[in-house]
């Protein structure tokens, strides 16, 4: 494995088109279509999913459980993401209708923004516009008023929904899980100071999740 097909595979993934990834390289087209063939073939993996409109990362890189017999991971939260409405958007199984609408977001890198924007991608349907507000209190209140739809994890949408009048709709099974995981390697020993520090990254990611929900 080359480290500049590397840096060929995050191009590519950054820009999400082989083309401009090669136009940002300064590369021809074809080259970069045969490296990140070359890296694919090596990994025995495919690492994008082509359409029309480029390409999108498939779940191997993708967050979540890694499947590799020399890593362990541990999953310390695991919650299921769910897309928001207010009364005046249409059904968001109309996913194209949906993404005419503003998808309002905590962070323009929110993860469960980029879960949402690579099951529009597959769908080859326009990306929409997001606009970041900063808050939940805020977002869920700006969905009410029908001002645009958002991602979220259920536990936090149903805590909301007591207070808030929205829809909560289910994600396909491809696109709506979020777990957060602890990885480590299978070979190490666990010491002492090393199963304390597991122990408190379990407990201090629960208590952030706890925090979120009051």
């Not at 990885?183 to 299978?186: G, N, S, V």
């Given at each position: 494995m080359d480290i500049k097909d590397l840096a060929i595979f995050k191009t590519v993934a950054s820009f999400g088109n082989i083309t401009k990834a090669a136009e940002?390289?300064?590369y021809a087209q074809s080259n970069v279509t045969a490296r990140i063939n070359q890296l694919e073939h090596e990994l025995e993996?495919?690492?994008?999913?082509?359409?029309?409109r480029g390409v999108v990362l498939t779940n191997s890189f993708v967050?979540?459980?890694i499947k590799n017999n020399e890593l362990v991971h541990e999953i310390c939260i695991d919650d299921e993401l769910v897309l928001?409405?207010?009364?005046?958007?249409?059904?968001?199984?109309?996913?194209?209708?949906?993404?005419?609408n503003d998808l309002i977001v905590v962070s323009q890198k929110c993860i469960y923004k980029r879960k949402f924007e690579q099951w529009v991608q597959f769908e080859n349907i326009q990306l929409p516009r997001s606009i970041q507000v900063g808050?939940?209190?805020g977002i869920f209140a700006s969905v009410e008023l029908g001002l645009g739809f958002s991602i979220t994890i259920?536990?936090?949408?149903?805590?909301?929904?007591?207070?808030n009048s929205f829809f909560i709709y289910e994600l396909p099974k491809a696109y709506n899980q979020n777990p957060l995981v602890f990885?480590?390697?299978?070979d190490r020993i666990m010491t002492k100071i090393m199963i304390m520090w597991c122990v408190i990254l379990h407990?201090?990611?629960?208590?952030?999740?706890?925090?979120?929900l009051r």
């Open positions: 940002h390289l300064n993996v495919d690492l994008f999913v082509r359409n029309s967050d979540g459980p928001i409405t207010g009364q005046q958007l249409p059904d968001p199984r109309k996913l194209e209708l949906i993404c005419k808050t939940w209190d259920r536990s936090l949408a149903e805590k909301y929904s007591k207070s990885l480590r390697r299978k407990q201090a990611a629960r208590l952030i999740f706890a925090v979120m």
